[in-house]
């Protein structure tokens, strides 16, 4: 699938063709992307919104058309609901201050799930410790899906927020959001969906899904790095604070007191990567011209073409086997004795056969802890891999276990 718009797939590791499986960590970039940025340095670069000259203005209009296609992309009502940020961690963050300044109290509840990246745990567990609220999390079902029924327990009339993945970055593990949504909404609890690894992934629009947050980061979607985005519902942002003082953020400043910018620049203090926008609204033409429908197909097919390979090598266990997983396949490889082959070993005996996969914790350490390993190997597909590289993966893997049995 468009394989040649990436040049960077054809380049050699150890000698050997690239394999890239690292793509949860961060996308490859197509040309189209790459050109976009010199494009943009070459022909429109000025700072934006404070100037009258004409390439001011053309940057302007760049970043703001930007805007208007990540909102068209991910279905928000308007622009004024997109806020630029550097990406998911920046976006949970700014939401986990200014949503807990004004909404959040001692004793109030915040909820997220067990196998959440850390970047949906630790910034509520700052905001939690400087409210003195509390920290509550959804346990998961044997199947590694959020454990709905025991939400609707969770949650008390002290709970402000409920705060979720889409997609578990660590197991691929398609989360039921929609049931989430559902329930924290009938007790009037709003959502926020950290849709870092389904926002590149899998067709979506946030009315549709009613959330009231969506955070994504463009590097995982073919797009730049630096840049993501914080979807929130007007009638939400309009009550929330600004995160961050300085430019672009105020009304008018005196040292007496001063007035914020309208959404959503009340947010976006400082100059914004208005280069990255026009990249990031290019990857997203990039991944609409393809569609996101096939792209989940496509990976989905992978994600089960590489389980049935993968398990049918000897010690080796797949996580959340013959699951509804997106694009993400996470395994470990025990020897005979039952001991764990590190996966730190693994990923590197892989690596000099040039295959680029991710070890470790994943930065999901509760959810390693809740599967009592110190890590996994995880494989994770893009619209661009191809069966033969997961039988590189297998045959590779084959030969490290060979070495570390
Ligand atoms: N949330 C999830 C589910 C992720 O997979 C990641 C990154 O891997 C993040 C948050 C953090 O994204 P970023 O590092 O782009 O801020």
Redesign the pocket.
């Known amino acids: 699938m468009n394989r040649n718009d990436f040049p960077i797939l054809d380049e050699t590791v150890y000698g050997k063709p690239l394999v890239y499986l690292d793509n949860?960590?961060?996308t490859q970039k197509p040309k189209q992307v790459i050109d976009a940025i010199t494009e943009a340095y070459r022909h429109t670069n000025a700072n934006i919104h404070r100037g009258v000259h004409h390439l001011s203005q053309l940057a302007t209009e760049r970043h703001e058309q930007a805007r208007q296609a990540v909102a068209d992309y991910l279905g928000a009502k308007s622009a004024k609901e997109i806020i630029f940020t550097?990406?998911?961690?920046?976006?949970?963050n700014m939401l986990a201050f200014s949503f807990g300044e004004v909404m959040v109290g001692e004793g109030d509840e915040i909820v997220v799930g067990l196998s959440?990246?850390?970047?949906?745990i630790v910034p509520w567990q700052m905001l939690c410790k400087r409210k003195k609220a509390v920290l509550k999390v959804i346990p998961l079902k044997d199947d590694f899906t959020l454990d709905i029924k025991a939400l609707k327990s969770l949650l008390t009339n002290r709970t402000r927020l409920v705060s979720v993945?889409?997609?578990?970055?660590?197991l691929g593990i398609i989360q039921p959001i929609k049931g989430v949504i559902r329930i924290a909404h009938s007790s009037n609890i709003p959502v926020c969906i950290?849709?870092?690894?389904s926002a590149g992934r899998m067709p979506l629009k946030v009315q549709e899904l009613d959330c009231d947050f969506y955070?994504?980061?463009?590097?995982?979607m073919y797009g730049p790095?630096g840049i993501?985005i914080l979807y929130g519902k007007e009638e939400w942002l309009d009550k929330l604070p600004p995160y961050q003082g300085g430019g672009e953020m105020i009304d008018h400043v005196r040292f007496e007191h001063t007035t914020y910018n309208v959404l959503p620049y009340k947010f976006e203090a400082g100059t914004p990567d208005f280069i990255g926008s026009v990249a990031l609204a290019e990857a997203l033409r990039y991944i609409e011209n393809i569609g996101r429908e096939n792209i989940s197909v496509h990976e989905q097919e992978l994600t089960r073409y590489a389980d049935r390979v993968l398990s049918s090598i000897e010690g080796v266990e797949v996580y959340g086997l013959g699951q509804s997983r997106a694009g993400v396949v996470s395994f470990n490889a025990f020897r005979q004795d039952g001991t764990l082959i590190h996966p730190f070993d693994v990923g590197t005996l892989l690596d000099r056969q040039g295959v680029a996969v991710r070890t470790g914790h994943?930065?999901?350490e509760p959810l390693m802890d809740y599967l009592s390993v110190p890590g996994t190997v995880r494989a994770s597909f893009a619209l661009y891999n191809e069966k033969n590289e997961v039988d590189r993966l297998a045959d590779a893997l084959k030969v490290a276990l060979q070495m570390l049995a």
């Open positions: 949860a960590a961060t550097k990406g998911t961690t920046d976006s949970l959440e990246h850390h970047s949906n993945a889409h997609v578990s970055n660590t950290d849709g870092a690894q955070a994504c980061s463009g590097h995982k790095t993501g994943h930065c999901a």
